[in-house]
């Protein structure tokens, strides 16, 4: 697989993450990272970034590292841990790692930071294999 190819069709297609300024920048088989500068709409009452930012960060970590074998897959389960505020002007990076390949179920450990190192919150997302190949075009 080509995996510039699978990058930019993951930037290209998900909508999304487009919307809201996710970026997939690294990406193999089983590995993916993405970045997102926090802006003023991405912050809660409370201002700091919404919980649902940090989420949306980690599943398309996740889904990027699954998509970088080649084929469909969606989330069958998450699981996020929130552990540190970020506020506008923070570059948040999310790194997926595969802990486990399955023939059906994948299961991804995800860290994200701020722009010092700090960690920020850590996940767990299981995916679901479609066993369907991606349509790149």
């Keep these: 697989m080509d995996m510039q190819k ?5 930037n290209a297609r998900n909508r999304f993450c487009q919307r809201i300024g996710i970026t ?3 990406l193999s ?17 409370v201002d700091v970034a919404h919980g649902g ?13 699954m998509a970088a074998y080649g084929g469909q897959a969606v989330t069958l389960n998450a699981q996020y841990n929130f552990m540190r505020a970020a ?3 923070d570059v948040l990076t999310a790194e997926a790692r595969e802990a486990k390949h ?20 850590t996940g767990t997302f299981t995916f679901y294999n479609l066993k369907k190949p991606l349509k790149i075009d």
């Design 102 to 121: 399955g023939g059906t179920v994948c299961v991804f450990d995800i860290r994200i930071t701020d722009q010092d190192g700090n960690l920020d919150g």
């Design 29 to 45: 088989p089983g590995y993916a990272k993405v970045v997102k500068t926090v802006t003023e709409d991405d912050l809660n009452p």
């Design 24 to 26: 997939v920048t690294e």
């Design 87 to 89: 506020k506008a002007g």
């Design 53 to 65: 930012l940090f989420f949306s960060m980690a599943d398309n970590a996740a889904g990027s590292a």
């Design 6 to 10: 699978i990058l930019e069709y993951r």
